[in-house]
């Protein structure tokens, strides 16, 4: 069936059950002009949102319903984890071409609620309309960090450490071979579909008082040096000490590749990057799922990459991309 049959009412109503997960906080869900919900008083609130478009973010035409809506649940809430917060609501706003099939639309929904269920999320309100273009979903996450916590992108210091969890360029590696159709590489094809935010690593850390930390959504390039201009220092990340899976290696050998294109830019790994003091590094290193890869230092802003001592640092800019076009 397609939606132009369905119409928005029966659409709405198809998609507004199971959809509170966390009850305490929900007066008023899915139904009314507005949500309502309540939050703590020793709380920061925290709000992000994320459009994707088909054809641009994703591909209505190569990825399961399922696998979409998934993605957009982990860009959002890894934003959340990014602050050292945890994700409480969603809103989730939907332009429709009016000849949708509507089971593709349940698809999503089923991917979008899988987090919500996981996480203890509740899906309280969004808005439906129809466009001649291109399917577009937007979810808004709105979570919780403790008061004056918030972990945030400005506050690295120099002597710092940069540490990432799990492994770096796997997303991109499982991209790379889907685009090749290969068989096997499993982890780096899940990578890819089903990301996985890291709340809990995000809460770890911002209870160690790491300085500052982003999710890796953009590669680690991109990230460091957000971190580098927000904080007015220079990062130097070292090529020898990269955590990667060995999908990474194994791929990166057949194709050709360095890994470290895959780590530095190729994105939406959902694994996050900080900055910690010296003593509290000491004690997460012994973490099984975190690997220190570089320090802050005092020069102008921006990135560099060591390899051996026999060269001098490489500077690190966006033309990396260029690696990719093979
Ligand atoms: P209003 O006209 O007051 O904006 P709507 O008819 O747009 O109300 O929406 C009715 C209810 O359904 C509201 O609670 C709204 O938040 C919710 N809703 C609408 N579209 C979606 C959607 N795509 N996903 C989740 N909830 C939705
Ligand atoms: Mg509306």
Redesign the pocket.
């Known amino acids: 069936m397609q939606i132009k049959e369905l119409g ?2 029966s ?2 109503n198809s ?2 059950k199971d ?1 509170i997960f966390d009850a305490e906080t929900v007066k008023v ?7 309502v919900y309540t939050s703590q008083e020793d709380m920061d609130q925290l709000i992000t949102t994320d459009t994707m478009v088909d054809g641009v973010h994703f591909s209505m035409q190569f990825m399961r319903p399922y696998d979409i809506g998934y993605r957009l649940m982990a860009a959002n809430i890894s934003d959340i984890a990014a602050m050292g917060g945890t994700p409480k609501q969603v ?4 332009a429709i071409p009016k000849d949708q099939k509507v089971d593709d639309l349940q698809g999503i ?1 089923d991917g979008i609620k899988s987090h919500c269920r996981e996480y203890n999320i509740n ?6 309309v129809a466009t001649s273009g291109p399917l577009i979903l937007t979810a808004t996450v709105i979570g919780e960090v403790k008061k004056d916590q918030a972990v945030l992108r400005s506050k690295a210091n120099i002597g710092d450490w940069v540490g990432v969890t799990n492994t770096l360029g796997l997303a991109a590696v499982g991209l790379d071979v889907m685009a090749y159709d290969a068989d096997g590489y499993f982890a780096a094809k899940a990578a890819f579909q089903r990301p996985k935010a890291q709340v809990k690593l995000g809460h770890l850390l911002r209870s160690r008082g790491v300085s500052a930390m982003n999710d890796i959504s953009d590669g680690l390039a991109s990230e460091l040096q957000e971190i580098a201009k927000a904080s007015r220092v220079h990062i130097i990340i070292d090529k020898n000490s990269m955590p990667y899976h060995k999908d990474t290696l194994e791929w990166g050998e057949e194709r050709g590749i360095d890994p470290i294109e895959f780590a530095l830019f190729g994105g939406e790994d959902f694994q996050l990057v900080f900055t910690v003091n010296s003593e509290e590094k000491e004690k997460l290193e012994e973490h099984p799922l975190i690997t220190f890869i570089g320090r802050v230092i005092d020069k102008e802003p921006g990135l560099s990459l060591f390899t051996s001592e026999d060269e001098e640092p490489e500077i690190i800019n966006e033309t990396g991309y260029k690696h990719f076009e093979s």
């Open positions: 928005e009412f659409f709405i998609i507004a959809t869900g899915i139904g009314d002009d507005c949500a809103v989730i706003s939907i929904y899906l309280i309100g969004g808005d439906t």
